[in-house]
Each structure stands twice: as C-alpha cells, then as structure tokens.
C-alpha cells in the first residue's frame, strides 16, 4: 500500500519533463514582462505641449528622498499615524469580536437576534461610509473616525470567526466542563474559548492584515496616514514631478508592513498547526495539553483515592 502511494505521488519522466518546460515559460514571461516595464519606465514622457520629459527612473524624480528631512518630519510621521490607528484598532476589534462572538452564541434569542443582526449591518457597511458617518454624525476627529470604523467592522468580522471556532468544537468539552461543576457561561469562558480562540487565531491575524490595509481610507477623511502625507502633501509642494517616485515609496512602505504581518500570521498558523511545537526541536517534547475528560476522570479517581485512604486510616 505504501508503494502504491509513492508511485502515485512521485511525477514520472514526462511529468518531470512537463513541469520543467512550464517553469521555464513561466521564468520567460516574468522575464519579459519585467523588461517591459522597465523600457516603459525608462522612457522619456512627451508632455501635451510637446515638451520632451525626463524619465520615470531619471535621478531629477528621485533626489528628493536625498533629503533626510522629508524622511524624518513627513514620510515617518505617516507610517507612524498608520500604525497608530491600526495597533488601537486592532485591539478594540479582537476584544469587540470576543465580546460578540460570546453574545451570538447566547443560549437567550433575545440576545443573540439582535447581536446577528447588528453583525450583519456592520459586516454589509462600506468601511469608508461607515468612517464617514462617525466623522460627520459623531465629530470624532479624523483618527477616531478612522479607528472606530475599523473596530466596528473588524470586530463584526472577527466575532463571526470566533463563532465559528466555537461552533465547530467537539460537544465533548461543553459535556465535559458542565460535569465539573461549571456553569455554562464558566465552561464557554474556560474551557471552550480558549480553544477556539487559539483555532482561529491565525484567521484573526490574516483579518488584521486587513485592517492594516484599510487604514488607508483614512486618506479620505483627512487623516495623515501614509498616502495622504505622500501622495497630497509632499506632492502639493513639490508638484506632479515626483508623482511616480512618490506612489512607489509608498508601495514600498505598504508591502513592507503588510507582508511583515502576513509572515507572522503563516508562523502563527504553523506554529498552532503543529502544536506549537515548532521552532523546539532538540529541546524535547512537551506534554500535550490534557483533555478535559481526562481531567475529569482524573480528579474523580483522587477523590476515590482521597476516599479510600481516609477510610482505611479511620477502620
């Protein structure tokens, strides 16, 4: 049987042989599509007027970033408001998901039609629209505008997931902490969340990436995010000239934060996949968590234990 798998899992001459060929047309298109971009970037632009321009790589659009200043005192400070409102963000939505994912998963319909149905407004309004409303209903400011809107529509969102973490987990561990004494709302704090918070977890980060990225609306409502202090602010002093170089900086900026936080959420998911054993290897195994059923039956048997030695020392 296990032959068969490997004769089924490993590729033969013409598998082999057609992977390479298409990983060589892939390597080709890339290639020439990249020599593409460059000879187009490369080019000199023709104005209306018919004014030869430099270059979108001509060293005149870049020298601005010469200037340690426009780094320090305009460039910084916008990725610092970005993650500002993202780092408040992101903790108010996971702890506005856990109080939503506990309140939709009630025993009582009165409290979890209503939560249903505030998730699915939350879950079904633009972001922006929502920033918007809070801006001009509210008159929060800019950044709180900003940071409500995304507590409110990533907590939605994170609640739904945290629900379903606890919907899918065994009826075993309700059975087991409801058996132990536990109330029902103690054995879905202690027992149940946990886990399905650490199910989800992985889903929570990738749905941070998330607000990372719409952090960026805040362009709309005023507040000096990254694009807005690059793309408006230094472009309306400086002019359409660093148009290009500016929209790539900002790129740049975004990819590096976002793709820091997308490696952190495939460690995490890898790391809970494997049962956080990853990363320990060499150092021994640890026990694995112990279940609650034998938790349970482990305490009965030292309460039979407790029992039977107490009596035998009476007798």
Do not use: C, H
Not at 2 to 8: E, K, R
Request: zero cysteines; aromatic letters at 8%; a positive charge.
């Amino acid at each position: 049987m296990s032959g068969s798998n490997v004769l089924f899992d490993a590729q033969g001459p013409k598998g082999r042989r057609l992977s390479l060929i298409l990983s060589g047309v892939g390597l080709l298109l890339l290639a020439a599509g990249a020599a593409w971009v460059y000879s187009v970037l490369a080019a000199p632009r023709v104005a209306t007027s018919g004014v030869e321009l430099p270059s979108m790589l001509d060293p005149s659009r870049w020298d601005i970033f010469l200037d340690p200043r426009v780094w320090n005192r305009i460039i910084f400070v916008g990725v610092a408001n970005t993650l500002k409102a993202a780092s408040v963000a992101a903790v108010g939505a996971v702890a506005l998901g856990v109080v939503f994912s506990l309140l939709r998963s009630a025993q009582t319909r009165w409290i979890r039609i209503p939560i249903a149905v505030i998730l699915e407004f939350f879950r079904g309004m633009p972001v922006l629209l929502m920033m918007l409303f809070i801006l001009l209903a509210g008159s929060t400011g800019a950044y709180w505008a900003v940071v409500i809107a995304l507590i409110l529509y990533n907590g939605a969102l994170i609640g739904e997931a945290l629900r379903a973490g606890l919907v899918a987990l065994p009826r075993g561990q309700r059975e087991a902490g409801l058996s132990l004494g536990m109330r029902p709302l103690q054995s879905r704090l202690l027992v149940e969340f946990p886990q399905a918070f650490r199910q989800m977890l992985p889903i929570i980060v990738a749905q941070l990436v998330v607000l990372l990225k719409d952090t960026s609306l805040g362009f709309i409502v005023g507040y000096p995010e990254l694009i807005r202090v690059t793309m408006n602010n230094i472009a309306s002093a400086v002019g359409n000239r660093y148009l290009f170089s500016l929209f790539f900086v900002t790129l740049v900026l975004y990819l590096i934060m976002n793709l820091s936080l997308s490696w952190f959420a495939r460690w995490l998911s890898r790391r809970t996949a494997s049962g956080g054993k990853a990363g320990r290897a060499g150092r021994g195994r640890r026990r694995p968590p112990e279940d609650p059923n034998d938790a349970m039956l482990n305490m009965r048997q030292a309460s039979a234990d407790a029992a039977a030695s107490a009596t035998g020392g009476s007798a």
